[in-house]
T-cell receptor, first 114, second 112 residues
Framework: EAQVTQNPRYLITVTGKKLTVTCSQN?????MSWYRQDPGLGLRQIYY???????DKGDVPEGYKVSRKEKRNFPLILESPSPNQTSLYFC?????????????FGDGTRLSIL | RKEVEQDPGPFNVPEGATVAFNCTYS??????FFWYRQDCRKEPKLLMS???SGNEDGRFTAQLNRASQYISLLIRDSKLSDSATYLC?????????????FGSGTRLSIRP
C-alpha cells in the first residue's frame, strides 16, 4: 500500500531534549516536505527536499533540521525543542514539485514540548 | 500579509445548498494551484487542481483568475459528507526549488 509513515504519532517531552520525528515513503517520490499546523495559521512549510542530499528551507525553518540521505526517508530533527514548537506536524511526499501530482501526507505527529 | 489568504469561516449551510469559497494569493510568480480537503484531526488530501480554464469534478468546480490572483471553489448540492476544512494551496516552482504555501483553511459545516 502506497503510504507516508510518520513516527511517533504522539510525543510529550521537555524543553531542550533533542528529538527526531521520522518520515518514510514507499512511492519512490523525489519530493518530500515537512509542515507544521497551528490553529489560525494553517499549514506552514518547514523544510523540503527535491531529492537525495537536496534540502531547502520553507517558511518556518528556525529551530529545525532535516536530512535526506536516502530517497525514502526525511527525518525532522529538533535539536533543542522549545514550547513554541508544540504543534501538529505533517510529512508529505510527491513526485518532483506537485504539478498535477498530489502530495501524499502522513497521519501527523502531535508534539507537546513542556 | 499572508501569501495565501482565505476566509476562515465557518460556513454553516443546509444540505443541498451551493457554497463558494474564494482564496487570494500575493505571489504573482505562483504557477500551480490546488484545493485540499482536511477532515478534523486528519491529514490533508488533494481535492482538485485548479486551472485557468476552470475544471469540474462532479459537484465541485474550481477556477483560477491570474489577473486578479484569486482561486475559487464551488460546491453544488452540498452533502453532509462535505463538512471539512478546505485548504487553498499555491506553488512556486523553480529549477531547483519548490515552495508550497497553504492558506489557513475555510471551515465548512453542512447541516441536515
Amino acid at each position: 500500500e502506497a503510504q507516508v509513515t510518520q513516527n511517533p504519532r504522539y510525543l510529550i517531552t521537555v524543553t531542550g531534549k533533542k528529538l527526531t520525528v521520522t518520515c518514510s515513503q514507499n512511492m519512490n517520490h523525489e519530493y518530500m516536505s515537512w509542515y507544521r499546523q497551528d490553529p489560525g495559521l494553517g499549514l506552514r512549510q518547514i523544510y523540503y527536499s527535491m531529492n537525495v542530499e537536496v534540502t531547502d528551507k520553507g517558511d518556518v525553518p528556525e529551530g529545525y533540521k532535516v536530512s535526506r540521505k536516502e530517497k525514502r526517508n526525511f527525518p525532522l530533527i529538533l535539536e533543542s525543542p522549545s514550547p513554541n514548537q508544540t504543534s501538529l506536524y505533517f510529512c508529505a511526499s510527491s513526485l518532483v514539485g506537485t504539478g498535477s501530482q498530489p502530495q501524499h501526507f502522513g497521519d501527523g505527529t502531535r508534539l507537546s514540548i513542556l | 500579509r499572508k501569501e495565501v489568504e482565505q476566509d476562515p469561516g465557518p460556513f454553516n449551510v443546509p444540505e443541498g445548498a451551493t457554497v463558494a469559497f474564494n482564496c487570494t494569493y500575493s505571489n504573482s510568480a505562483s504557477q500551480s494551484f490546488f484545493w485540499y480537503r482536511q477532515d478534523c484531526r486528519k491529514e490533508p488530501k488533494l481535492l482538485m487542481s485548479v486551472y485557468s480554464s476552470g475544471n469540474e469534478d462532479g459537484r465541485f468546480t474550481a477556477q483560477l483568475n491570474r489577473a486578479s490572483q484569486y482561486i475559487s471553489l464551488l460546491i453544488r448540492d452540498s452533502k453532509l459528507s462535505d463538512s471539512a476544512t478546505y485548504l487553498c494551496v499555491a506553488e512556486h516552482r523553480g529549477s531547483s526549488a519548490s515552495k508550497i504555501i497553504f492558506g489557513s483553511g475555510t471551515r465548512l459545516s453542512i447541516r441536515p
